[in-house]
């Protein structure tokens, strides 16, 4: 099989193939890491071979999922690429774990690269938002995600993160791995910051003092670290609602040049208060003052779209751009059993309760084995082919349209 997949490599690879296709590799990708860290395997002569395609997935696939052109379509971020993925030549090279589990595990993650993926994430549904959906408070009114699609799509990400963010911390089943997992997210609210992503920095301080997640008490107890507690009163300090968004707007005032994500409720709380006054035509006159103060608002909101995020995106973690959290009555229910007491539902050897981010990598797994099952016992013909030395490129050609 590595034989095959290093021929594969060699000769007949190209960039532009299709999303399902990228799907397998990664697969294969998880099943070569586990080979590659097996201790009984450690002497093999073919591990040298395995690491070879290993690395070439990491950098080929990892990092740069299917084809833009065929797969530009709105519905989803990752599918429309042309504007969303950046220049593979990027400064900042992404930072993957040593070894990740066939599951999300936020712990064997860097807050620096989750960060990254956030604000690509962010930036992308920002940046389309257009002027037009600003106007007269559209997207309160009933017709809103008709006439405000996309600052609905921001409000209802931001919603999805924030009640996934809570899953997240409550599906781990110590108080000591709660307690790890909400340091990693203030690191990550942090990071955002320093990237000046206010928005996601805003959503995760919000989940974080959640009541689902501030009556965690055992788990809060266990931070010990006095650098992240003062990391997480300096941003709950920043993310102080009061005196108008006095914080935010003065972090804003010091960003000149750069790309940002802006807090998007704070410039909708500006709008609608300035929908509360005067109309703009009264009387056949028009509301000169009224135009100017939309026209200043809308101008801090948009004035570093013009800048963009040079981050990599991670196949990896392109989970993040569509969740799935369960409900927010699920999470009450959830967070009742958590402590004093808290349960897992599945094998004890594992520390993390599953989630649907979870159930989705299973399935993953579970697909690659019965595609290499069925490889082996239906398609044994071809690989004797393929053995005796007759025209290699037809036989796996042949083997790919089977399947």
């Not at 107890?221 to 006095?246: A, D, G, M, R, Y």
């Not at 056949?284 to 779209?305: D, V, W």
Request: glycine share 2%; aromatic share 14%.
């Amino acid at each position: 099989m590595i034989k095959l997949l290093n021929f594969w490599i060699k000769n007949l690879y190209v960039d532009k193939i299709s999303m399902q296709y990228y799907f397998k590799l990664k697969e294969i990708y998880d099943n070569i890491t586990i080979l590659i860290d097996n201790p009984y395997l450690a002497n093999n002569p073919k591990i040298i071979e395995m690491e070879l395609v290993r690395k070439f997935i990491e950098d080929k696939i990892l990092y740069s999922p299917g084809n833009s052109d065929k797969l530009n379509k709105p519905i989803s971020i990752y599918k429309n690429k042309q504007r969303f993925f950046s220049s593979m030549h990027c400064k900042n090279k992404p930072i993957l774990p040593i070894r990740h589990s066939l599951y999300f595990d936020i712990l064997e993650w860097s807050e620096v690269e989750i960060a990254r993926q956030l604000s690509l994430i962010s930036h992308f549904i920002i940046d389309h938002i257009h002027i037009s959906e600003f106007y007269f408070a559209r997207w309160t009114s009933g017709e809103k995600f008709t006439n405000s699609p996309h600052i609905m799509q921001c409000i209802d990400r931001f919603n999805k993160l924030s009640l996934w963010i809570i899953e997240e911390i409550l599906s781990y089943d110590k108080s000591s791995l709660r307690s790890k997992v909400i340091e990693k997210f203030i690191l990550v609210a942090h990071e955002c910051y320093l990237i000046y992503n206010f928005n996601d920095c805003f959503n995760i301080i919000t989940a974080l003092v959640n009541p689902l997640i501030k009556c965690l008490r055992k788990s809060w107890n266990k931070i010990f670290k006095p650098e992240v507690i003062k990391i997480f009163t300096s941003l709950q300090i920043v993310c102080n609602v009061s005196k108008n968004f006095s914080s935010f707007r003065e972090e804003m005032k010091k960003i000149e040049d750069k790309p940002c994500v802006p807090y998007l409720g704070m410039y909708l709380n500006s709008f609608a208060f300035l929908e509360e006054g005067p109309k703009y035509i009264k009387d056949k006159l028009i509301n000169m003052e009224k135009i100017k103060k939309f026209g200043k608002i809308y101008t801090e909101f948009s004035r570093n779209k013009k800048y963009k995020y040079e981050f990599k995106p991670v196949f990896m973690l392109s989970f993040l751009t569509e969740l799935h959290p369960i409900s927010e009555d699920s999470l009450i229910e959830l967070a009742k059993k958590i402590e004093p007491k808290f349960k897992l539902f599945h094998s004890k050897h594992n520390k993390k309760r599953l989630t649907s981010t979870d159930k989705k990598s299973f399935e993953m797994s579970k697909l690659f084995s019965k595609i290499s099952i069925e490889s082996i016992n239906q398609n044994a013909t071809q690989f004797d082919t393929i053995s005796n030395k007759i025209n290699l490129k037809d036989a796996i050609k042949k083997f790919i349209e089977n399947k």
